[in-house]
């Protein structure tokens, strides 16, 4: 972790203005649907909060714009040094996750539709992260 930290800090990144708000848009979208399982809105739980959408948007800009840096620079890693995850490592980690979550066939078949870039993207984080540790050790 620390390695990769100051990979990214030594690291000077653009980051793409639709990149940005891609990714605040997707932090926005995962806080929501976890404050939704505890029964409240965004709105009700900000305001408990003393803070306004737009404050919690800026919170998350900030938040993102480390996470955008992160995944800019850990993407080109992976390119230069050509890391690849197969379709067999995906299928592997689909297999760990079924028997994991111990879901029905329909439920684990829309979960690998819904769900293969988010464990591709997974795989080749980790596979980068090792090779990192590796060549720095």
Do not use: P, W
């Not at 919170?59 to 067999?88: C, G, H, P, Y």
């Not at 490592?89 to 979550?101: L, P, T, V």
């Not at 439920?107 to 992260?129: C, G, I, Q």
């Amino acid at each position: 972790d620390k390695l990769m930290r100051a990979i990214v800090d030594d690291s000077e990144v653009e980051v793409l203005e639709d990149k940005m708000k891609a990714k605040v848009d997707e932090m926005y979208k995962y806080y929501e649907s976890q404050i939704a399982q505890y029964g409240l809105d965004i709105t009700t739980y900000l305001s408990m909060q003393n803070m306004t959408i737009e404050a919690f948007r800026d919170e998350l800009a900030k938040q993102a714009m480390e996470a955008a840096k992160f995944d800019v620079v850990i993407d080109e890693i992976r390119k230069l040094e050509n890391i690849l995850v197969t379709e067999e490592e995906i299928e592997e980690e689909f297999a760990m996750y079924k028997d994991y979550y111990q879901i029905s066939e329909e439920e684990f078949a829309n979960f690998k539709a819904t769900k293969k870039d988010a464990v591709e993207n997974h795989l080749l984080m980790k596979k980068t992260a090792e090779y990192l540790m590796k060549e720095n050790n």
